[in-house]
């Protein structure tokens, strides 16, 4: 399966950008979608994850109710909803597909695809 991650740019804080993940090469159907990202010098982190089975979806605490993770099933798009940004949200954000349980969704170790990476940067 190939993602292709876009909808990065630069914003000021306080702005709002969507990110995209399109799917392709294998039918969108039962892959759990997450987003990570990492910052200059940071580890990639969690942001958010969509499971495919209940559609349920969980995002970090930090980016709790700013952030909202959704999907396109017609389009094998999910997306990332960001409002509110705030500069420490600057970082290179990247699309994952995976099967993992739940306990191992927030680990960017049971994803097996990745997309190329969209940059945000907030200025403040």
């Known amino acids: 399966v190939q993602l292709q991650a876009s909808g990065g740019g630069l914003v000021q804080a306080g702005g709002s950008l969507r990110l995209s993940c399109v799917v392709s090469?294998?039918?969108?159907?039962?892959?759990?979608m997450a987003w990570f990202r990492q910052a200059p010098g940071k580890e990639r982190e969690f942001v958010a994850v969509l499971k495919w089975g209940n559609s349920n979806t969980f995002v970090r605490d930090s980016v709790k109710g700013r952030f909202t993770m959704s999907r396109d099933s017609a389009q094998n798009t999910v997306y990332l909803q960001m409002n509110s940004l705030k500069p420490e949200d600057t970082a290179v954000y990247y699309c994952?597909?995976?099967?993992?349980?739940?306990?191992?969704?927030?680990?960017?170790?049971?994803?097996?695809?990745w997309g190329q990476g969209t940059l945000v940067t907030v200025s403040s």
């Open positions: 090469g294998r039918p969108f159907t039962g892959y759990t």
């Open positions: 994952a597909a995976g099967r993992p349980i739940t306990s191992t969704m927030r680990s960017e170790q049971a994803y097996g695809n």
